[in-house]
């Protein structure tokens, strides 16, 4: 999770990740001093095939902005099988799914957005595979 000037990294049953089952991330506390209210959570294999990303974010001024990124590290090559997006905001929304492989080049596999103020969802839309299969 990020803003302009603040990082904030979670690992998996690390420090900053409130929930002990392997494979669930969450975190809760602040983002510098814009968002005073953050609960995001991401979940993967051994509990979920694929990924999901939830978050509810409260920013203290209408100019805010943050990034959440999620990341799943598998030797195999493992593109989620589904990309969903669904909640509400006051400002707007992108959703991009992007894979990195061993070497680090980030490849987009599919994008989702932008959506306005007020309630939004987006079906799973086609996804590019990576050329190199990672």
Do not use: C, H
Request: no cysteine; hydrophobic share 35%.
């Amino acid at each position: 999770m990020e803003n302009n000037t603040n990082f904030i990294s979670v690992f998996d049953n690390q420090a900053g990740d409130i929930n002990a089952l392997t494979g669930v991330v969450t975190y809760s506390g602040t983002i510098g001093n814009d968002w005073f209210v953050n609960v995001t959570t991401g979940i993967t294999d051994p509990v979920l095939t694929g990924m999901d990303l939830n978050s509810v974010n409260v920013s203290s001024t209408s100019a805010a902005s943050t990034n959440l990124k999620m990341w799943f590290f598998d030797e195999q090559g493992f593109v989620p099988d589904t990309m969903l997006i669904g909640g509400t905001t006051t400002g707007t929304v992108t959703y991009n799914a992007i894979i990195q492989d061993s070497i680090g080049n980030n490849t987009t596999i599919g994008s989702l957005g932008a959506f306005g103020a007020g309630a939004f969802s987006a079906p799973d839309p086609p996804r590019a595979q990576p050329a190199n299969g990672t």
